[in-house]
């Protein structure tokens, strides 16, 4: 009895640090994620936020289907449940309380229900198929951790109103203005001309039509280059002042055209990185399904973990 209770209490503590290490890669993903909205450089695909995002979620993709996997009892499901409630709570609290405590209880029911849907599959396999039983818990998983975080972003992009749209498209047009407005001084175009209009030199260059029909403008107020600049109107300073006199104009249409669609920006930036992490997230999963397998023989080899044959009845009809 006593070598029984020893092993039972060995065995529980083995779960124990399994419970303890889906805590931790939860915090840390949790952590890298935030990271992530805070930069607020959401499709820089940058690596730096992409490897580690990819690990963790293959690491917890694992720990979480051994954990799922091992439940003996009702009550261990709760255990999974609360850890998620208590750490989404915590990080979305950062944007928002009323948010983080309706969010955090919603995606911790969605991932309940998820768990007792893989453990269901699980009594209808006669042998152990963890990526075919494991895919509800495992999707689900990856589904809370993108709305979570999409969540997040829609939070903290309520600000928008107030950023700077148009200096973002004037940024991104800086380099094709400076280039052709160098090439054109360099034709002496603004010699003999008191003023310059860019909707004329529009016409007659693709590359800047393009450029400013990218942002919805379509129509330029004429500009005299001397009057530009008191001090430099000549040479590099004539051609960088008149670029920049474009640029600024560039922001303010810019500004003024998506002015009455502001509205829908935190929703739509909430849909695309929605979108964009369900992609990492399929990656990772692809990663985990190959892998899984491989992960229980090697921890079923050095008695981390084991397998038991147990009876079940089956009801059939008869005639």
Do not use: H
């Amino acid at each position: 009895m006593e070598g029984k209770s020893s092993l039972k209490s060995f065995l529980s503590l083995k779960k124990v640090a399994f419970y303890i290490l889906f805590s931790l890669e939860i915090i840390f993903l949790l952590r890298t994620l935030f990271e992530f909205v805070d930069t607020k450089k959401y499709f820089s695909l940058s690596p730096d936020f992409a490897v580690p995002f990819a690990v963790l979620l293959i690491l917890s993709l694992w720990t979480l289907n051994i954990l799922v996997g091992t439940i003996e009892n009702r009550w261990e499901i709760f255990i999974l449940f609360c850890i998620l409630l208590i750490y989404i709570f915590i990080f979305l609290n950062f944007f928002g309380l009323t948010e983080a405590l309706a969010g955090s209880f919603g995606f911790s029911l969605y991932f309940l229900l998820k768990i007792n849907k893989t453990k269901k599959l699980e009594k209808n396999l006669l042998k152990i198929k963890v990526p075919y039983s494991g895919k509800p818990v495992s999707k689900g998983f990856l589904a809370i951790i993108s709305g979570v975080t999409a969540l997040a972003v829609f939070l903290a992009s309520k600000d928008v109103y107030s950023a700077d749209v148009g200096k973002w498209a004037a940024d991104i047009a800086e380099k094709p203005v400076e280039k052709i407005v160098e090439e054109e001084y360099n034709k002496e175009y603004f010699e003999n001309q008191k003023m310059f209009d860019l909707n004329s030199l529009g016409e007659t260059n693709p590359e800047l039509s393009t450029v400013l029909k990218s942002f919805g403008i379509t129509d330029f107020p004429a500009i005299n280059p001397l009057g530009i600049s008191e001090k430099n109107i000549s040479g590099e300073n004539m051609e960088k002042n008149i670029a920049e006199t474009f640029t600024s104009s560039i922001s303010e249409q810019v500004d003024k055209i998506i002015e009455p669609y502001r509205k829908y920006f935190s929703p739509a930036l909430a849909l695309l990185v929605f979108g964009l992490l369900q992609i990492y997230g399929a990656i990772a999963y692809f990663i985990y399904s190959i892998t899984i397998n491989p992960i229980l023989l090697l921890l079923s080899k050095t008695k981390i973990i084991g397998t038991e044959k147990i009876q079940v009845e089956k009801e059939v009809l008869k005639l």
